[in-house]
C-alpha cells in the first residue's frame, strides 16, 4: 500500500505562487512515477504534470512554463511550484502515485486562485 499526504495549497491572489508537497510512504518511493492531477467543481479530474523515476517531466499544456514538478527520492517528497497562478488553476490538487495500472492517491488540498 502507498500513502499520499498532500500539503501547500491556500489562497493566493492571480499571478502568485504556491509550493504543493506530498509525502510519499509504504513503499519504494524511488521506483514509482509521480504526478499531480487537479479537479474543479464539477469537473473530471485532469492531469498536471508527472515525473519518471529518472526525471523525465511531463505537463499539461495549460500550466507548461509556470509549474515545474520535481522529486526527492531521499526525503521521499514530490514538488509541485506553482508560478504565475490563474484563476483558472482553481480547484483540488491531488498527488498520484502509479504502480505499473494502479494509481494511489492523496487526500488532496486546496488552492484558490482570487483576488
Known amino acids: 500500500q502507498v500513502q499520499l499526504v498532500e500539503s501547500g495549497g491556500g489562497l493566493v491572489q492571480p499571478g502568485g505562487s504556491l509550493r504543493l508537497s506530498c509525502a510519499a510512504s509504504?513503499?519504494?518511493?524511488?521506483?514509482?512515477?509521480m504526478g499531480w492531477y487537479r479537479q474543479a467543481p464539477g469537473n473530471q479530474r485532469e492531469l498536471v504534470a508527472t515525473?519518471?523515476?529518472?526525471?523525465?517531466?511531463n505537463y499539461a499544456d495549460s500550466v507548461t512554463g509556470r509549474f515545474t514538478i520535481s522529486r526527492d527520492n531521499v526525503k521521499k517528497l514530490v514538488y509541485l511550484q506553482m508560478n504565475s497562478l490563474k484563476p483558472e488553476d482553481t480547484g483540488v490538487y491531488y498527488c498520484?502515485?502509479?504502480?505499473?495500472?494502479?494509481?494511489?492517491w492523496g487526500q488532496g488540498t486546496q488552492v484558490t486562485v482570487s483576488s
Open positions: 515525473i519518471t523515476t529518472s526525471g523525465i517531466t
Open positions: 509504504g513503499s519504494v518511493f524511488s521506483l514509482h512515477a
Open positions: 498520484n502515485c502509479r504502480v505499473f495500472s494502479v494509481n494511489y
